[in-house]
């Protein structure tokens, strides 16, 4: 069974920096494209970052050159680095892999707030 647990959320002021990680299980890991989301309150979910098998990445424009997505293989866990953070960044934030069909963890709640 496939499970994404996050952690690393919390409350962080304005040009403040969080990491957010992913622990995963049931997947071959390393063979996995694993992505962040993120659901602001009233606002569709939307996709952050992706990092594929070979470490390639992708960012939405919003958070390019302020976050970054890493992966561990060896400990078969995703991080997202996030910096000069910005009240708009408030947010719930998924992981999640798409393995037969979309799986997505419990999320974690990030505030930027003054």
């Known amino acids: 069974q496939v499970q994404l647990v996050e952690s690393g959320g919390g409350l962080v002021q304005p040009g403040g920096s969080l990491r957010l990680s992913c622990a995963a299980s049931?997947?071959?890991?390393?063979?996995?494209?694993m992505s962040w989301y993120r659901q602001a309150p009233g606002k569709q979910r939307e996709l952050v970052a992706t990092i594929t098998s070979g470490g390639d990445s992708n960012y939405a424009g919003s958070v390019k050159d302020r976050f970054t997505i890493a992966r561990d293989n060896a400990q078969n866990t995703v991080y997202l680095q996030m910096n000069s953070l910005k009240p708009e960044d408030t947010a719930v934030y998924y992981c999640?892999?798409?393995?037969?069909?979309?799986?997505w963890g419990q999320g974690t709640q990030v505030t930027v707030s003054s």
């Open positions: 999640s892999t798409l393995h037969y069909s979309r799986y």
């Open positions: 049931g997947i071959i890991f390393r063979f996995q494209t």
